[in-house]
């Protein structure tokens, strides 16, 4: 057991003793002295070896590549792992807000008051949204005056539904998604009524149009 453990303790070693020959000192041994792992960028007859960039800067210790090839992919995959989460979590908001938000077709065209839509969209976002998301926003109209009124009847709404519960409403700067019910009832329609019949055609291997209903055969065997 002795002699493994000095197997293993001998290479160790002889890493830490590299890494201390190769630095001036000790400094290296910190954290604010920590490197970049990589090989560093060189200059040989005027051209740059290699291309791709590179960390600039002198050579890691053998104690700093030692611990680089012992911890991979450690941290990066971390760092990895966190970019892909900050950029889901900034997609998953943008998200929230399209569906919280009350555009156009929300209010009155005229009187710039919030309409029958608009408050069954509102109820929806103050009671049944998650309570993290429970923020409505409000899309800006063509003048500052016809957003105020907007701003206005959306929070006298909220008031008489919630009351003084009601979450902060702000306006933001976008366009609508989507389309006008009109124009969504006159697809579906259209799709219903070219709808295909939902029956499979087929012509069984004896080249009647019908199957027989005696012992000759009753089920087809066609259309494979």
Not at 23 to 44: C, I, K, M, N
Not at 47 to 63: F, H, N, S, T, V
Not at 202 to 208: E, I, V
Request: glycine share 8%; aromatic share 10%; with cysteine.
């Amino acid at each position: 057991m002795r002699r493994k453990v000095s197997f293993v303790l001998v290479p160790v070693s002889l890493f830490a003793l590299a890494g201390l020959l190769s630095a001036d000192d000790a400094e290296f041994l910190y954290p604010q002295y920590d490197s970049l792992p990589g090989t560093r960028v060189t200059y040989h007859s005027g051209k740059q070896w290699p291309l791709a960039p590179r960390p600039c800067g002198p050579e890691e210790p053998c104690i700093h590549r030692y611990h680089t090839a012992h911890y991979w992919p450690d941290p990066y995959r971390w760092q990895d792992r966190s970019s892909v989460r900050a950029h889901i979590a900034a997609q998953t908001a943008a998200g929230w807000m399209t569906n919280t938000t009350l555009y156009d077709q929300h209010f009155d065209s005229e009187t710039q008051e919030l309409n029958d839509s608009g408050r069954v969209h509102l109820k929806w976002i103050l009671l049944f949204a998650p309570p993290q998301r429970r923020t409505p926003w409000v899309q800006m109209a063509d003048s500052a005056d016809q957003s105020q009124i907007r701003l206005a009847s959306v929070q006298a709404e909220a008031a008489a539904m919630v009351g003084n519960c009601a979450p902060p409403i702000m306006l933001r700067v976008c366009q609508p998604y989507g389309a006008s019910a009109q124009e969504v009832d006159l697809v579906r329609r259209a799709y219903l009524a070219t709808m295909p019949a939902p029956r499979i055609s087929y012509t069984p291997q004896n080249g009647s149009s019908s199957g027989s209903s005696g012992s000759g055969g009753g089920s087809p065997q066609g259309g494979r």
